[in-house]
């Protein structure tokens, strides 16, 4: 047998699937609590040990991707809303990001507070088409440059003015990355570049950043951030079949929704999104979840008119329940039935919100 570990250290659970490359099957899996609280490394060499148990697995690679810690935490800055912002919004969703702030315009004083207080991993910074307007991405890269930023930026805006600006950023201090431009022409998205750069910055600042483990074996396993692998995956299990596909992970505290469509022509022509059209795509929807975010599948189900107002009413108390504690387990038929009704509504309400947030219509 030629194995591999494939290991998910999640926020709260660490998930070992043992597999057989030559074969193509599953051979082991295991559990285990994700230890943050001490070092992730103990929760992950349990949940390896419990998977492995009965193999030889000397020497076998293992393949670690994370989102513990809250994953990674993205700050998108943009020309305007409308198009540079909103494409790199997109780019970074699809990154496996969690979008936590989007600014647009010249950055002011309140906006560098505003994006503080966000609490970003990295600054994904964008603006202009390629030989187009660079005053405004010029000057929010020189304001971040004046302030002293010290959280990783990836620039992918305007490519002419690509080294320049990260050269201006990396003499004051601010650790830079350039890629191509994520949006070179009007209508063309480009996410390929700025997809790769914010996975390396990822692993080469986050995960030793978020210090959820003291020595740098946790920094070397991992290879991703959860989002992103799976994404990835996605996208090569919709190459293989050959069509389109759309995936939804119910989680506790989100519903992510992936898919990867077969490109429009008529997305190039005559009322094309001018922000570009992202045919491989990922939303998070952080209202929505099974646990903690079960009060907002309710709110979110009376809006898209899939519950009406007593509906809603008769499910809250199960929601209430979850969310106080979201290590609940439904123990009877009444609870699992709850649990499945809220899983049909965050789901149904997620992917109607990814496929409005794009060409996915």
């Known amino acids: ?108 004083a309140a906006d560098l507070t505003a994006l503080r207080a966000a609490r970003p991993d990295v600054v994904l910074l964008v603006g202009g088409t390629d030989g187009g307007d660079a005053d405004t991405v010029t000057h929010n890269a020189t304001r971040l440059a004046r302030a002293r930023w010290r959280v990783p930026v990836v620039y992918a805006g305007n490519g002419d003015a690509r080294v ?29 570049s700025a997809r790769a750069a914010i ?54 505290a989100t519903t992510d929704v992936y898919s990867v469509l077969t490109p429009d022509e008529r997305a190039t022509g005559p009322g094309r999104e001018v922000a570009g059209t992202l045919w491989r795509a990922r939303t998070v929807e952080g209202d929505l979840g099974m646990r903690w975010s079960a009060p907002g599948v309710l709110r979110a189900a009376v809006e898209e008119r899939l519950l009406t107002a007593g509906e809603a009413e008769d499910l809250a108390g199960a929601a209430r329940r979850r969310a106080a504690d979201p290590a609940f387990l439904a123990a009877d038929d009444v609870e699992r039935a709850a649990d499945q009704h809220i899983a049909t509504l965050a789901a149904t309400v997620a992917v109607r919100r990814h496929a409005r947030g794009g060409r996915h219509r």
Request: contains cysteine; charged residues 15%.
């Open 1 to 108: 047998m030629t194995l591999a570990v494939c290991a998910d250290v999640g926020s709260t659970y660490t998930k070992v699937a043992v597999v057989d490359l030559a074969a193509g099957v599953l051979v082991g899996a295991a559990a285990a609590p994700t230890t943050v609280g001490s070092d992730v490394l103990r929760g992950l060499d349990a949940a390896v040990a419990a998977a492995t148990a009965g193999l030889r697995v000397r020497d076998v690679p293992w393949y670690v991707c994370s989102s513990a810690g809250g994953g990674l935490r993205l700050a998108v800055i943009g020309y305007e809303p409308l198009v540079t912002a909103q494409a790199g919004r997109r780019v970074g969703l699809s990154a496996g990001a969690h979008v936590v702030h989007v600014a647009a315009g010249r950055l002011g």
């Open 164 to 192: 320049g600006l990260t050269g201006l950023l990396a003499a004051a201090g601010v650790p830079v990355t350039g890629a191509e431009n994520v949006l070179p022409r009007i209508g063309v998205l480009a996410p390929a």
């Open 199 to 252: 996975r390396a910055v990822f692993l080469r600042h986050v995960i030793g950043g978020k210090r959820l483990s003291r020595g740098t074996r946790f920094a070397r396993l991992v290879r991703a951030a959860t989002p992103d692998a799976v994404l990835t995956g996605v996208e090569v299990l919709a190459d293989t079949l050959g069509g389109d596909l759309a995936v939804v992970d119910v989680g506790g």
